[in-house]
């Protein structure tokens, strides 16, 4: 990567994106950070960007030849925004892209899946990041975290099914080499955490990191579409509930070697990430 080189980062505050810009620049590189309200990041161009105004696009792009890709939050169909602007960053000079997609949709799949099709057609350089389920779900204004706070609970569809919950940090590191190493990935890349752990697991750890209990409450398919309902749209809430769906089915019980293999450093677990995060009084 050359040091004229600036990478585009969307979702700069976001979760894998603030860490994947941080990543960046302690490396050396340079960073425009996007993002709806332009918010200011150390040592980055702060920049607005909105999948939904074309109009700020051609600022956001200006000057970049590579681009860190997070979906329109809460869409069922990112690749109506995200491919007329992939087609503009292409002629703009963009040459490699990173898009954050997820384990549980291949490329053809629905939402993004759509995206990760396309994007070898568009660009030379590319990979396609798919973590499992964030370890950070459970942190912060989160709806798991949200319940764990009120209720002392957490509410799935998933059943006993098992899942290689990832930290954000390790899929942003697995980004920045992605972004900037000598030869793109130009492949999908499925990223786990070290273990594959059901809900009733994640539930005992959390318990006694915390010193008080916290259960696994399990939903059917349909109690967990209408609970999402009520805070997101139908087709995304379904989306989401067809997910855990999933999960019980068997979908994510695996755990992968890319971010030792990628990183050359084995990814955090989850027992970790809960000690942490708990320490830092989250």
């Not at 940090?169 to 992605?178: E, L, N, P, S, T």
């Not at 070290?194 to 059917?220: C, K, M, N, W």
């Amino acid at each position: 990567m050359s040091a004229s080189s600036v990478t585009l980062t969307i979702g700069a505050t976001g979760t894998t994106g603030s860490r994947v810009a941080a990543g960046l620049i302690a490396e050396g590189h340079r960073v425009k950070a996007a993002s709806r309200r332009a918010t200011p990041v150390e040592q980055a161009e702060a920049v607005r960007f909105d999948w939904n105004d074309p109009e700020k696009w051609g600022e956001a792009l200006d000057g970049v030849d590579r681009v860190y890709l997070i979906p329109p939050i809460g869409s069922s169909d990112p690749a109506t925004a995200m491919l007329p602007f992939l087609r503009r960053a292409r002629d703009a000079g963009v040459h490699r892209a990173v898009l954050l997609s997820s384990s549980a949709i291949p490329a053809g799949g629905p939402a993004v899946g759509q995206v990760h099709q396309a994007l070898p057609g568009l660009f030379q350089q590319w990979a396609v990041l798919r973590p499992s389920w964030f370890m950070q779900n459970f942190t912060g204004a989160t709806p798991h975290a949200r319940t764990i706070r009120e209720d002392g609970a957490i509410w799935t569809a998933a059943g006993h099914g098992r899942v290689g919950f990832v930290d954000a940090a390790d899929i942003a590191a697995v980004a920045v080499r992605a972004l900037t190493d000598e030869q793109a990935p130009n492949t999908d890349l499925v990223l786990t955490g070290p273990q594959a752990l059901s809900y009733h697991d994640v539930a005992a750890i959390i318990t006694e990191a915390i010193g008080r209990p916290v259960v696994h409450r399990q939903l059917t398919f349909e109690q967990l579409r209408d609970r999402w309902a009520g805070e997101i749209p139908l087709e995304f809430a379904t989306l989401l509930a067809g997910l855990d769906r999933a999960i019980a089915d068997g979908a994510e019980d695996r755990t992968t070697d890319t971010v030792r293999r990628v990183t050359g450093r084995p990814p955090g677990t989850f027992r970790a990430f809960v000690e942490r995060e708990v320490s830092c009084g989250s």
